[in-house]
C-alpha cells in the first residue's frame, strides 16, 4: 500500500523542513504526486524514497546539480557507473582544492595566533594593527606595516 503524505508529513517523515521540500520543488528535483481538491500538495512513498536520495547524497558532498544528475541516474534504466565516477572525481578534485585552502588558512590562523601572544604584554594586539593596515592601505601587499623595520 501506497501511503500519502502531506507536505508537513513528507517532511516529518524525511526529516527536513517543508521549506527544504519547496525548494526541491523550485530546482525540480521533487515533484507533488497530486493535489487534493483543497489543491494540497500529496505526495508518495517514491517521493519519500527520493527525498531520501537527495538528502544521501547531499551529505556525501554532492552539489544539487550533481544530485540532479545522479537522480537521472538513478531513474533512468541502467546504471551509469562511469559517469558517477566522474563526478566523484570532480567532487574530490574540488575537496582537495579546499582542503588546500583550508590549510593555508590554518597557518594564517597560527601565524596570527602566535602574533597575539608574541604582543599581548604590548597592551596592543599586532593582529588588529595588521589587519587595520591591510585594510586602510591600497597599497598594502608592497608597503611595509606599521612598526616593522627595514
Known sequence: MDNKYTIGQLAGAASVPTSTIRFYERRRLLRPDDRTLSN????????????????????????????????????????????VQELIKERLADLEKRIGQLRQLKAVLQASFRACEEFEQTGRCRVIELLDFASTSPLAKSAQPPGKKN
Open 40 to 83: 494540497y500538495r500529496i505526495y508518495g512513498e517514491d517521493t519519500l524514497n527520493r527525498l531520501r536520495f537527495i538528502r544521501a547524497a547531499q551529505t556525501n558532498g554532492f552539489s544539487l546539480e550533481e544530485v540532479s544528475i545522479l537522480l537521472a541516474f538513478r531513474d533512468g534504466k541502467s546504471s551509469r557507473c562511469r559517469e
